[in-house]
């Protein structure tokens, strides 16, 4: 498998540090608010990434964090005049709702912030025992030009990036581009004990505190936006190898963009879109295939227009799994027909290339709809052995899962009713009782159910 390595600019070979074991950090939401499809992205880009690295036999630890506690929250918790603890965990419950409609698999751990306070003032302590950090009336920043190697990851010349920094109103660093580890309290702001006196973490010390903690002092990816290549990313690198006095993270993997109706998605342009508004129309599933059929590191465009492809493209492969069932089921005895299975086989092999290549999703959907016209064209409404629907029913399930789509597949009682109907229907037709017939099939059709007569016997799929 070759990866594009943020840091590198490039393609690599993934080799990870143990042959059997991957260890991936991905960055998780600040939770003050709904989550938003540009959060969605690398939700759904990363469990697909974790799902294929299990799928070609690694085991993998994946640890994705929630910032329980920031300014953000802390602002929240004020307008609403509660808590910051309860404006977390009624975004963290929140989080699952979409996460699990989006068919996100739980990670290994899931750490907040406030859980991992002790390990954070460690790591402070040892960076200013390294001469990397220094303490300001109970502020404490980190020494950016102490570290030589600032700004490989966004690419960035160190002069470029102090030529755009600015010193804010009450900071008091040494240099602009220094920033902060942890932040004396403001009153009313919550606050831990720290040898730098009442205070709480910055945001980036956070996740090298639990990267150190969950994962160790060197990871095989890190992941998450691009937008947090810089300075969030950069500012990670710089705190955890300057304490560890090791590499961070072997290679750094970045999801694209997302605009929307072609114009990137803001708050202050009005054009910000949440992962539940969306899914209440349109259904979760929709907004994970269409987060998952382009490549990552592309921008993508969210517009009403692509959301009916994407809707559409799932009912198609909904309505294949579906007649697959029905092929299974009325399969004749006849010889296996190898030729067809080594080439149902094969959509497998195309499918893995594709992932092989820097985790190219839009490619391996497009494997699995060549899968799909094989099925329509050489199983569907022909005589075919039960071990050749078989095999094209399993190549079929195991592309989907490594995906994450076709969760949402139709419950068996759902499906006996239909059925029992259908049986009911061709009773009538067999005794020429054809309007009880028309109206099994009018009652159906209102329920959504579409029908339709082949030699094998009737088929149904759902609008």
Same mark, same amino acid.
């Given at each position: 498998?070759?990866?594009?390595?943020?840091?590198?600019?490039?393609? %690599?070979?993934?080799?990870?540090?143990?042959? +059997?074991?991957?260890?991936?950090?991905?960055?998780?939401?600040? &939770?003050?608010?709904?989550?938003?499809?540009?959060?969605?992205?690398?939700?759904?880009?990363?469990?697909?990434?974790?799902?294929?690295?299990?799928?070609?036999?690694?085991?993998?630890?994946?640890?994705?964090?929630?910032?329980?506690?920031?300014?953000?929250?802390?602002?929240?918790?004020?307008?609403?005049?509660?808590?910051?603890?309860?404006?977390?965990?009624?975004?963290?419950?929140? @989080?699952?709702?979409?996460?699990?409609?989006?068919?996100?698999? +739980?990670?290994?751990?899931?750490?907040?912030?406030?859980?991992?306070?002790?390990?954070?003032?460690?790591?402070?302590?040892?960076?200013?025992?390294k001469g990397y950090a220094y303490a300001v009336?109970?502020?404490?920043?980190?020494?950016?030009?102490?570290?030589?190697?600032?700004?490989?990851?966004?690419?960035?010349?160190?002069?470029? /990036? *102090?030529? $755009?920094?600015?010193?804010?109103?009450?900071?008091?660093?040494?240099?602009?581009?220094? @920033?902060?580890?942890?932040?004396?309290?403001? %009153?009313?702001?919550?606050?831990?004990?720290?040898?730098?006196?009442?205070?709480?973490? =910055?945001?980036?010390?956070?996740?090298?505190?639990?990267?150190?903690?969950?994962?160790?002092?060197?990871?095989?990816?890190?992941? =998450?936006?691009?937008?947090?290549?810089?300075?969030?990313?950069?500012?990670?690198?710089?705190?955890?190898e300057c304490a560890n006095g090791c590499t961070?993270?072997?290679?750094?993997?970045?999801?694209?963009?997302?605009?929307?109706?072609?114009?990137?998605?803001?708050?202050?342009?009005?054009?910000?879109?949440?992962?539940?508004?969306?899914?209440?129309?349109?259904?979760?599933?929709?907004?994970?295939? @269409?987060?998952?059929?382009?490549?990552?590191?592309?921008?993508?465009?969210?517009?009403?227009?692509?959301? %009916?492809?994407?809707?559409?493209?799932?009912?198609?492969?909904?309505?294949?799994?579906?007649?697959?069932?029905?092929?299974?089921?009325?399969?004749?005895?006849?010889?296996?027909d190898t030729e067809l299975i080594d080439r149902?086989?094969?959509?497998?092999? *195309?499918?893995?290339?594709?992932?092989?290549?820097?985790?190219?999703?839009?490619?391996? &959907?497009?494997?699995? @709809?060549?899968?799909?016209?094989?099925?329509?064209?050489?199983?569907?409404?022909?005589?075919?052995?039960?071990?050749?629907?078989?095999?094209?029913?399993?190549?079929?399930?195991?592309?989907?899962?490594?995906?994450?789509?076709?969760?949402?597949?139709?419950?068996?009682?759902?499906?006996?009713?239909? %059925?029992? /109907?259908?049986?009911?229907?061709?009773?009538?037709?067999?005794?020429?009782?054809?309007?009880?017939?028309?109206?099994?099939?009018?009652?159906?059709?209102?329920? $959504?159910?579409?029908?339709?007569?082949?030699?094998?016997?009737?088929?149904?799929?759902?609008?």
């Amino acid at each position: 498998m070759k990866i594009y390595n943020t840091m590198t600019r490039q393609k %690599e070979e993934f080799i990870p540090n143990d042959p +059997k074991e991957v260890k991936i950090y991905a960055c998780g939401p600040t &939770v003050y608010n709904y989550i938003h499809i540009g959060n969605a992205r690398p939700l759904c880009v990363f469990d697909v990434l974790r799902r294929y690295l299990e799928y070609r036999g690694y085991n993998v630890k994946f640890v994705q964090n929630f910032t329980d506690v920031d300014d953000k929250i802390i602002k929240r918790a004020n307008e609403e005049g509660t808590t910051f603890e309860e404006i977390s965990k009624k975004y963290i419950d929140e @989080f699952w709702t979409d996460a699990n409609g989006l068919n996100f698999k +739980k990670a290994t751990v899931h750490p907040k912030a406030t859980e991992n306070i002790d390990e954070i003032i460690n790591i402070i302590k040892t960076l200013e025992e390294k001469g990397y950090a220094y303490a300001v009336d109970g502020d404490v920043y980190f020494r950016t030009l102490k570290f030589k190697d600032y700004g490989e990851l966004s690419h960035q010349p160190i002069e470029d /990036l *102090q030529s $755009g920094a600015r010193i804010a109103v009450g900071e008091k660093k040494e240099n602009p581009l220094d @920033f902060a580890l942890w932040k004396a309290a403001k %009153e009313g702001e919550p606050y831990w004990e720290s040898p730098w006196g009442k205070g709480r973490p =910055g945001w980036h010390i956070e996740c090298s505190a639990m990267n150190k903690r969950y994962l160790g002092d060197t990871i095989d990816i890190h992941c =998450g936006g691009q937008d947090l290549i810089f300075p969030h990313h950069e500012n990670e690198i710089a705190q955890s190898e300057c304490a560890n006095g090791c590499t961070f993270a072997k290679y750094w993997m970045h999801n694209g963009y997302i605009n929307v109706d072609n114009v990137k998605m803001s708050k202050s342009l009005g054009n910000f879109k949440t992962v539940r508004e969306i899914a209440n129309v349109y259904g979760y599933e929709v907004i994970r295939y @269409f987060l998952i059929s382009s490549h990552y590191r592309s921008p993508i465009n969210y517009s009403l227009e692509i959301i %009916e492809q994407c809707k559409s493209a799932l009912e198609r492969l909904y309505t294949c799994r579906q007649s697959l069932d029905f092929a299974i089921k009325n399969a004749k005895d006849v010889p296996d027909d190898t030729e067809l299975i080594d080439r149902l086989n094969s959509r497998r092999d *195309q499918f893995i290339k594709a992932m092989d290549d820097d985790l190219n999703t839009a490619d391996g &959907v497009a494997a699995i @709809f060549d899968l799909v016209k094989d099925i329509n064209t050489s199983i569907l409404d022909k005589d075919v052995s039960e071990n050749v629907c078989n095999t094209a029913a399993k190549v079929f399930d195991e592309l989907c899962d490594v995906l994450g789509i076709l969760y949402n597949r139709k419950s068996n009682d759902v499906d006996a009713d239909i %059925e029992a /109907l259908i049986e009911k229907r061709q009773t009538a037709r067999a005794n020429k009782d054809w309007a009880t017939a028309d109206s099994i099939r009018d009652e159906l059709k209102a329920k $959504g159910i579409i029908l339709k007569d082949t030699p094998q016997g009737v088929t149904w799929t759902k609008e």
